[in-house]
T-cell receptor
Framework: DQQVKQNSPSLSVQEGRISILNCDYT??????FLWYKKYPAEGPTFLIS?????DKNEDGRFTVFLNKSAKHLSLHIVPSQPGDSAVYFC?????????FGPGTRLSVLP | DAGVIQSPRHEVTEMGQEVTLRCKPI?????LFWYRQTMMRGLELLIY????????DSGMPEDRFSAKMPNASFSTLKIQPSEPRDSAVYFC?????????FGEGSRLTVL
């Protein structure tokens, strides 16, 4: 059973609009959450993270929101740019292990 | 720093052959992870090491897969014998202080 879920395999957004990528987790032991971005033929690269003691973390155009009671987090990208087109992986950590979701392919249309 | 280095980048082999994938983690990182990326499962954790010791290998698909970390700067993932369903991109990643850094991956094709 998947401990980290990303229920939208793909998402298309117009350039300049907001992209919202969602992630759900099941394990209450996870206390640190990360988003990674992956381009074809490259390894995933770190984008942004959030600790369980926070409910929001912002870095430029990227904001991650955490709702612990719902075991849900989301990544907001605003404004979206064509260069943001990639696969986005949500990950959760218990301090030792990192468990990834299946990914969401974001396409930002010019 | 050179980042996490994986080799080979691409491997094409025939069913039944032995495959060895190699990884050099970032110097000073004390945890190393092997992941497999497939269309169906995304990034699937195979095994991870902490201070060169295997901690969790529950993700290793079956006995055909084995991984070693003889020292802090080198790890291998071996598949013997390989099967077509093992075709995937295999990523190595290393970690220190809660952030995970990935290599560029090894794309394996088993014919």
């Amino acid at each position: 059973d998947q401990q980290v879920k990303q229920n939208s395999p793909s998402l298309s957004v117009q350039e300049g609009r907001i992209s919202i990528l969602n992630c759900d987790y099941t394990n209450s032991m996870f206390d640190y959450f990360l988003w990674y971005k992956k381009y074809p033929a490259e390894g995933p690269t770190f984008l942004i993270s959030i600790s369980s003691i926070k409910d929001k973390n912002e870095d430029g155009r990227f904001t991650v929101f955490l709702n612990k009671s719902a075991k849900h987090l989301s990544l907001h990208i605003v404004p979206s740019q064509p260069g943001d087109s990639a696969v986005y992986f949500c990950a959760a950590s218990d301090g030792q292990n990192f468990v990834f979701g299946p990914g969401t392919r974001l396409s930002v249309l010019p | 720093d050179a980042g996490v280095i994986q080799s080979p980048r691409h491997e094409v082999t025939e069913m039944g052959q032995e495959v060895t994938l190699r990884c050099k983690p970032i110097s000073g990182h004390n945890s190393l992870f092997w992941y497999r990326q497939t269309m169906m499962r995304g990034l699937e954790l195979l095994i991870y090491f902490n201070n060169n010791v295997p901690i969790d290998d529950s993700g290793m698909p079956e006995d055909r897969f084995s991984a070693k970390m003889p020292n802090a700067s080198f790890s291998t993932l071996k598949i013997q014998p390989s099967e077509p369903r093992d075709s995937a991109v295999y990523f190595c990643a290393s970690s220190r202080w809660g952030e995970l850094f990935f290599g560029e991956g090894s794309r394996l094709t088993v014919l």
